[in-house]
């Protein structure tokens, strides 16, 4: 073994110095987990999403009978408020060990879910390699609510959310009647979002699925700017007032 002598200038790093550098450039999410929730202990972590489709899991069943994110754009839709309403009622009245009856999912929504972690190892290559995934949480000062961001990043003043789609939705371009219903129920989603983590933004990743095999990302390069974008959304504290139960 042939040692390479030391020059004056040469950098020396310990092992534990070397690490250090190694997490400061590839993050270190569960870390970053772990400050967000001690510096705010009026948030409670209740169960990770990754067995939504387990009938049983903790995340399935506490969030039964809350107001979720999704749950409020759906109660703040005309259109949709009668049985968000009743959906929420009937879980509220479900014993918490009974298991949850998970409505069937559509193609699209198997995409989603098999689409966010590709979108956020994206995101946090190229935008904060410390985001974390939250799993459900519970604010303890406003009880009956419950949110999931699929991640938090910027040490929690900004959330991620994760949308596939199969093409972009712009808002500065002129938007038919699906793609503007679409913006709208994913806005009122983030806000409620915000609302509960007290996040100032959230980042709104557009991943586009192929066509063809729609749990993976459109074309053969990997990701690019025709595949995956990022979109900020600041906090809208008038719409969030307006949500709230007056």
Excluded at 30 to 36: G, H, M, N
Excluded at 64 to 85: C, F, H, I, W, Y
Excluded at 231 to 240: C, G, K, S, W, Y
């Amino acid at each position: 073994l042939i040692k390479q002598p030391i020059s004056p200038g040469d950098v020396i790093q310990t092992a534990a110095e070397a690490k250090a550098e190694e997490k400061m450039l590839t993050g270190d999410p569960a870390a970053a987990r772990v400050k967000y929730f001690a510096e705010r202990p009026w948030l409670k972590a209740i169960a990770d999403d990754d067995d939504k489709s387990d009938p049983m899991s903790a995340w399935q069943r506490h969030r039964r009978g809350k107001v979720t994110s999704s749950a409020a754009g759906a109660l703040a839709d005309p259109e949709s408020q009668s049985k968000a309403m009743h959906n929420l009622l009937k879980g509220a009245l479900t014993p918490i060990n009974d298991p949850v009856t998970i409505q069937r999912g559509s193609i699209w929504t198997k995409s989603g879910d098999a689409l966010e972690p590709v979108a956020l190892d994206w995101y946090r290559k190229n935008v904060d390699p410390n985001a974390f995934e939250p799993g459900l949480i519970f604010n303890r000062n406003k009880e009956g609510q419950a949110t999931t961001p699929d991640a938090i990043a910027d040490g929690g003043r900004r959330n991620v959310e994760v949308k596939s789609r199969n093409k972009f939705i712009d808002p500065a371009n002129p938007l038919d009647q699906n793609e503007a219903k679409t913006l709208r129920k994913n806005y009122l989603q983030m806000q409620h979002q915000m609302y509960l983590t007290g996040a100032s933004s959230t980042d709104l990743i557009e991943i586009i699925r192929d066509p063809e095999n729609p749990n993976a990302p459109l074309g053969k390069n990997g990701l690019n700017d025709n595949n995956i974008r990022k979109r900020r959304v600041d906090r809208d504290d008038e719409l969030i007032r307006q949500m709230r139960p007056q």
